[in-house]
């Protein structure tokens, strides 16, 4: 019982009251730091040096509201420069679990990070991203930044961010930002933000409402901002802007010319009278001068500020989850309207699953555009369907000079079916031109169709497990031996084509087994398909077989537009061509067997104009392998007698021995043991 006694006295005489006066001590010093102006700044400076940086002109407590006019830090290769720090946090709120900061702003915020080498990257969890439940709620009143910069290694981000004021709220069951006002400037131009985003949920998925409100202008005349107001200029002024007061202005200018100038001949004529009366003279020209400015006077403009010159009108809204995202995108600019709904998948290799699109230009035709991603018929093969919709589409404003004058009404239809999102397999196009098309102020109208099928090649398993190589083992330069058009069919080949007096008709199909394809171009009048191209030309072609092994026949002849027989360049021209051959690799034993190309023979080809004439006197090899490189040649032609027949019927022979090239490196060999140039053959 003593030492009982011994012990509680040491502890509540001594101990009790030290430990006591130590806690009491520790309280009031950090009540100290928070609420003194001295024991903030030194907090702060403390805080700081811990991070080699610095606080400078702090002012007020972290109690009552601290201002820091530069405010330093630095961690792992990451400087942050904060400018004129403004924080007030209403801490009684605590209490009832709420963090209620009313107002976080700065001036200027820059943020510089540094990129170090020896650091390996993060490995990639397969779990979901989750956030720790917060313990208490927080609620930001104010949340303004005037300037932000961000740099990695010196270089700065394309956009910049100012005049920022927003409020923010977070809890566990989401998080809300709203967003008053938001400056965003690009090379292009600068842009104005509003919105809105609700995260109804702190863990995966994260669904989620978003909605944002962009007002924007161009930077000049070539921003793509602009492209709208460069539209408008085309095809017609937009109401209250400038063009509408140049019209007004107009009218007044043309009287203001044959007025200035009687106001000149008066006002010459009253300067020979200057010094017999100046009076009058002072007063003619007062009446002079008011006479000009009357006559120089534009008419009223309409009243109010015009609109601004590239101006973009976006508003945009999203609502989901990462399992799926509807968005929604409305956008006006000086009369063009655009309307966008799609649909997308986050989590999937093609992110976007369907589309609309709309657009009406100033001009009010339209243009539309529809995407959808669908399953295949097989598994792991997807189908894209999409369509394109042109209603009296003007083409001037898009290409100016580089095309002749255009205005479609034109539908397009394409599906594909992807393997694996990566290997084509199937696709077909379906192209209509409806009537009231024109190209070149000539009429067009007619249809296109095709499809080509791409079956699996046989070495395609290979193919695929070398692509899941390493990267080191990967080899940069395409193999030779593969074979681009294997497994290629063409098929359901429909063109029917009419332009002004032009027609161009198309059928057939080419593929592994045996086909034909058949073209039939007429065209008399060439300058309908490009302006000052003379003349009319006729083709007719056929080729029958497979990719592997074919034969065919063309036929064309040029006729000028005022046809002189007998004089080259204005005399009517034909060529005939027939061949055989095919595409793949070569024949075994040969030094470019393993390259892939065309290889044939040509058996005929002729061809005469104003009484000349050429023709091959027996047939050429010929051989195409794009694949080649040096020291193997990309084309050959093989050995052959060609003929040249003149007019007054004299005959040259020439004995070709070869030629071939590739790339840079080219050489022919021949000779002609018959030429004889003379005054007559000259002329």
């Not at 030194?42 to 702090?58: I, P």
């Not at 031996?481 to 161009?504: C, E, F, K, Q, T």
Request: net charge neutral.
């Amino acid at each position: 019982m003593k030492f009982v006694r011994k012990f509680l006295r040491h502890v509540l005489v001594w101990w009790l009251p030290g430990l006591a006066m130590l806690v009491a001590l520790a309280a009031g010093f950090i009540f100290w730091l928070v609420a003194s102006q001295n024991g903030t700044r030194l907090l702060l400076t403390t805080a700081a040096q811990q991070f080699e940086g610095q606080a400078q002109d702090v002012n007020g407590s972290l109690l009552h509201g601290v201002t820091v006019g530069r405010l330093e830090l630095t961690a792992g290769g990451t400087h942050i420069d904060i400018h004129d720090l403004d924080l007030s946090v209403r801490w009684s709120a605590l209490g009832d679990r709420l963090l209620h900061v009313r107002n976080l702003s700065a001036g200027s915020v820059r943020v510089d990070i540094e990129s170090s080498p020896e650091t390996p990257p993060a490995e990639e969890s397969g779990e979901p991203f989750t956030l720790p439940k917060l313990p208490v709620t927080i609620a930001v009143d104010r949340l303004a930044l005037g300037d932000f910069q961000f740099t990695q290694d010196g270089e700065p981000l394309p956009v910049t961010l100012n005049d920022l004021s927003a409020t923010f709220a977070a809890s566990q069951q989401g998080a809300q930002l709203r967003i008053a006002s938001l400056r965003v400037g690009h090379e292009v131009g600068e842009a104005d933000v509003t919105g809105q985003a609700d995260l109804q949920g702190l863990a995966d998925p994260w669904p989620f409402v978003a909605r944002l409100d962009v007002t924007a202008r161009g930077a000049g005349p070539d921003s793509p901002l602009c492209q709208a107001d460069r539209l408008s200029g085309v095809f017609g002024p937009v109401a209250g802007q400038t063009p509408v007061k140049d019209k007004v202005e107009e009218p007044a200018r043309k009287p203001a010319a044959p007025k200035a100038q009687e106001a000149a001949n008066r006002a010459d004529r009253r300067k020979t009278e200057a010094v017999a009366k100046p009076a009058e003279t002072v007063k003619g020209r007062a009446d002079a001068a008011t006479a000009t400015a009357t006559a120089t006077t534009p008419a009223t403009a309409p009243m109010g500020p015009p609109v601004p010159a590239c101006l973009v009108v976006l508003h945009a809204d999203a609502a989901g989850s990462l399992d799926g995202i509807q968005a929604k995108l409305d956008g006006t600019g000086s009369n063009l309207v655009l309307d966008v709904v799609a649909d997308l998948a986050p989590r999937t290799a093609l992110v976007l699953r369907s589309a609309r699109a709309r657009a009406q230009l100033p001009d009010k035709s339209t243009l539309a555009a529809q995407f959808d991603l669908q399953a295949g018929d097989a598994p792991g093969r997807d189908r894209i369907v999409g369509s394109l919709d042109a209603q009296r589409l003007d083409l001037a404003p898009w290409t100016g000079n580089a095309s002749p004058p255009a205005l479609l009404t034109v539908r397009a239809d394409v599906q594909a079916d992807i393997e694996n999102l990566s290997a084509l397999r199937h696709a077909a196009v379906n192209l209509r031109f409806e009537e009231g098309s024109r190209w070149n102020r000539q009429a067009l109208s007619g249809d296109l169709k095709a499809q080509v099928d791409v079956a699996p090649a046989a070495g395609a398993a290979a193919a695929g497990a070398a692509g899941a190589a390493p990267a080191g083992a990967a080899t940069t330069t395409p193999d030779p031996s593969v074979d681009p058009l294997a497994g290629l069919r063409i098929h359901g080949l429909d063109v029917d084509l009419r332009l002004g007096r032009n027609r161009v008709r198309a059928t057939g199909e080419l593929g592994a087994s045996s086909g034909a394809i058949t073209l039939d171009a007429q065209a008399p009048q060439l300058d309908a398909f490009w302006p000052d191209v003379p003349g009319g030309a006729d083709v007719k072609a056929r080729i029958d077989g497979t990719v592997a092994a074919h034969r065919g026949e063309i036929t064309a002849s040029y006729t000028p537009p005022r046809p002189r027989p007998g004089i080259i360049g204005q005399s009517r021209a034909q060529a005939n061509l027939t061949f055989n051959g095919g595409w793949g690799r070569g024949p075994a034993g040969q030094p470019d067997a393993a390259l892939v190309g065309w290889r044939g023979t040509f058996s005929r080809l002729s061809a005469d104009t104003a009484g000349f004439a050429v023709s091959l006197d027996r047939p050429v090899t010929l051989s195409f392998l794009p694949s080649a490189v040096a020291p193997q040649w990309q084309w050959q032609v093989g050995q052959t007698g060609v003929s040249l027949t003149l007019p007054g019927k004299e005959r040259l022979s020439v004995a070709h021995q070869g030629s071939r090239g590739g790339g840079k490196r080219w050489e022919t060999a021949g000779q002609s043991d018959n030429l004889v140039i003379t005054a007559a053959v000259a002329r």
